[in-house]
């Protein structure tokens, strides 16, 4: 049974006078009424709200609701009108509306609204709404992107990051034309990025694709779940392409040893050996991967669920669903799939993080894993490196 606004105050009025009116016969009767009603509210909340105050829920942080409401004739839901044309979530959480039915209150029955196939609500808890997917299942918008060179460099970057020109400068310089640079951004950094790119990268700017997400930003997890998401490799049209972030750099007195790298599926700063793998290769940050290859670990991302169980006590959640993305698609954990990756020694040369190199192709965060000692020495020869470090800080 539904019950509508106006019914629901009139049985609580109902109810306080009832109290009222056994109180003022005999206090101890008014007691044990009052202890029914009390039992009866814990029993009923326990057991859920009725669809009318689960209708009556607002808006929570994190989700976008839907609004529907009757057409003029009202009748089965007819005529259903959208009221809100934010399709995504403003958290960057999910791409899934909540539905809130704003028909007019009735003291009959409401007419059922019938939803569109293309809408799956998400209904609310009684304690808030409930978890909302993952990012892997983030619906992203569909961008056309066609380029004519062989190679792409794509960061994500929804933060107005004050790093962020100065490490595009670098990679724009320090990859010659052969390479197309691809910029997820989101709704908040969408002028920031637009501004930097059209005042000192306006020489460049041919050679920039960005993309609106529909994002406020980013999580940790969400980031590492969205290299998960099968729409996210649409937004790659290259089958060699080159992961960077805002914490990492290209050397550029080094800047042509990525064409050492080529034949390999995966390459990436190595980790400390047995740690994250046999080989220990190695970190996303700034990494070099084959499309194809990762489509065909994407296959078993399901089996990752397991690893995560199993690496739990050092991911401590923080990625969310699965592993981090890189401990994934550096391909060590998925046996049925054969990745061809460089030795450490090998990996060393592409890029510093924990394991020091002279004459590394760039760096990734790497003050954050050298002693101090190995980082001057690296951020005296190479000036860029302190540069970015402060922009880090």
């Keep these: 049974m539904e019950f509508s606004v106006y019914s629901t105050v009139g049985v609580k009025l109902f109810v306080v006078l009832l109290i009222i009116y056994v109180t003022h016969i005999d206090v101890r009767l008014g007691c044990v009424f009052i202890v029914i ?12 709200l009725p669809s009318s105050a689960k209708n009556a829920c607002n808006r929570k942080e994190g989700m976008n609701i839907l609004y529907l409401e009757n057409g003029e004739n009202g009748e089965n839901g007819k005529n259903i009108k959208k009221t809100n044309e934010n399709v995504y979530s403003s958290s960057f959480v999910s791409g899934v509306d909540t539905i809130r ?31 909302p997917p993952s990012f892997d299942e983030y619906k992203l918008p ?50 920031f990025l ?25 999580t940790v997890a969400q980031y590492s779940e969205l290299f998960y998401n099968r729409l996210f490799y649409d937004y790659i049209p290259t089958e060699m392409f080159l992961i960077f972030q805002t914490d990492s750099i290209i050397i550029k007195e080094n800047r042509d040893k990525i064409y050492e790298f080529m034949d390999y599926d995966y390459v990436g700063a190595p980790w400390n050996s047995g740690v ?27 089996e990752n669920i397991k690893y995560n169980s199993e690496y739990s006590n050092f991911n401590k959640n923080e990625y969310g669903k699965y592993i ?3 401990r994934f698609f550096c391909g060590d954990l998925i046996h049925q799939v054969v990745t061809n990756k460089p030795t450490v020694n090998k990996a060393k040369q592409f890029s510093v993080e924990v394991f020091y190199c002279e004459t590394p192709f760039g760096i990734h965060k790497c003050w954050h894993h050298l002693n101090r000692s190995n980082f001057n020495d690296l951020a005296n020869k190479y000036k860029d490196i302190r540069i970015l470090y402060e922009l880090n800080r």
């Design 37 to 48: 009603i009390i039992i009866y509210l814990h029993i009923y909340t326990i057991t859920g």
């Design 101 to 131: 039915d704003t028909s007019p209150p009735s003291a009959t029955t409401l007419p059922k609204i019938t939803l569109p196939s293309s809408v799956v609500p998400i209904l609310p808890h009684r304690f808030g709404f409930d978890k």
């Design 142 to 191: 569909k961008a056309d992107i066609s380029v004519v060179t062989p190679y792409t460099a794509l960061m994500v970057e929804p933060r107005k990051h004050k790093a962020l020109e100065f490490v595009l400068t670098n990679f724009l310089e320090n990859l010659n034309e052969k390479w197309t640079i691809i910029v997820l951004h989101g709704k908040l950094n969408e002028k």
């Design 194 to 218: 637009n501004n930097t790119i059209n005042g000192k990268l306006q020489k460049y700017k041919y050679r920039i694709i960005t993309v609106n997400i529909g994002v406020d930003n980013l």
């Design 276 to 302: 994250y793998g046999p080989t220990g290769v190695g970190n996303g940050g700034l990494s070099l991967r084959r499309k194809s290859k990762m489509l065909e670990l994407l296959m078993y991302k399901n």
């Design 324 to 326: 981090a993305e890189d």
